[in-house]
Nanobody, 123 residues
Framework: QVQLVESGGGLVQAGGSLRLSCAAS????????MGWFRQAPGKEREFVAA????????LYADSVKGRFTISRDNAKNTVYLQQNSLKPEDTAVYYC????????????????WGQGTQVTVSS
């Protein structure tokens, strides 16, 4: 079973940047589609971005399109989320997740989840 560990979160001012990482252990990520989701206090977990196993295909939520970039390095067993032009409304716990069902915006298709990393954007 793949285990996922997120890192790279923190406190940043509006307009700043962060790069989140999701490292896998126990098994290779190369056969999994990967996604990033986020959950703000009092809100449901929502889709942010997804990437196919090869990295050739990506998908973004409208709210982050043009500001966030998802990528992966299968040799390093790691997936990244580059976050630019951060806004206070991006404040949330960010989770990475793995799926064997292609790549998707539906969290129901993801069976493996990390524990999350906090991103806080101050105004």
């Amino acid at each position: 079973q793949v285990q996922l560990v997120e890192s790279g979160g923190g406190l940043v001012q509006a307009g700043g940047s962060l790069r989140l990482s999701c490292a896998a252990s126990r098994r290779t990520l190369s056969s999994y589609g990967m996604g990033w989701f986020r959950q703000a206090p009092g809100k449901e977990r929502e889709f942010v971005a997804a990437i196919s196993w090869s990295g050739e295909n990506t998908l973004y939520a409208d709210s982050v399109k043009g500001r966030f970039t998802i990528s992966r390095d299968n040799a390093k067993n790691t997936v990244y989320l580059q976050q630019n032009s951060l806004k206070p409304e991006d404040t949330a716990v960010y989770y990475c997740a793995a799926t064997l069902h292609g790549y998707s915006s539906s969290r129901l298709l993801y069976s493996i989840w990390g524990q999350g990393t906090q991103v806080t954007v101050s105004s």
